[in-house]
């Protein structure tokens, strides 16, 4: 029998808390909830404690970008970035890429930098790839700050 944090490994109870954990986020996220759509989006995504459906994943998290929620805007954007469980597609990317800058998210305002600078999917555009690097900078991200620097010492 394995131990791990001082709790025996018990797989039957596991499966029985992860059939709670999705019933229990489903009713929240049929209640509009947008933070519980993006929990059941993961948990659908890498099947816990339910069977594995990317596609679903993708649409729970666009439910919860909808509704509000930054976080399943970002990783909607990374699915369309990487096609995982749905279509490649670099326009859907910078969209939820922006939804989720738009929110707040540090992370999504950075890689939408990203991708104005280098042109990927995109028209290039270094002027706002700055606007993006300095609103993540402004949200404390390190590597903003710096892209931002650099794309002004540049002259943008």
Do not use: P
Not at 78 to 106: H, N, P, S, W
Not at 111 to 131: E, N, P, T, V, W
């Amino acid at each position: 029998m394995r131990m791990e944090w001082g709790v025996k490994q018990d797989k039957i109870k596991a499966a029985e808390l992860f059939k709670e954990a999705v019933e229990f986020f489903q009713k929240r996220c049929d209640g509009a909830e947008a933070e519980s759509c993006v929990n059941l989006g993961e948990m659908y995504e890498e099947g816990y404690g339910i069977k594995q459906d990317k596609f679903k994943a993708a649409e729970l998290y666009k439910k919860g970008c909808e509704g509000g929620d930054t976080k399943g805007c970002f990783i909607l954007a990374v699915m369309y970035k990487f096609g995982r469980g749905i279509k490649q597609d670099k326009l859907k990317t910078a969209e939820f890429y922006q939804k989720g800058c738009d929110g707040g998210d540090l992370a999504s305002c950075w890689f939408l930098g990203l991708k104005y600078k280098s042109g990927s999917g995109i028209k290039q555009d270094k002027k706002r790839a700055k606007i993006f690097f300095g609103k993540a900078c402004d949200m404390g991200h390190e590597a903003g700050c710096d892209n931002y620097r650099i794309l002004n010492e540049e002259g943008y």
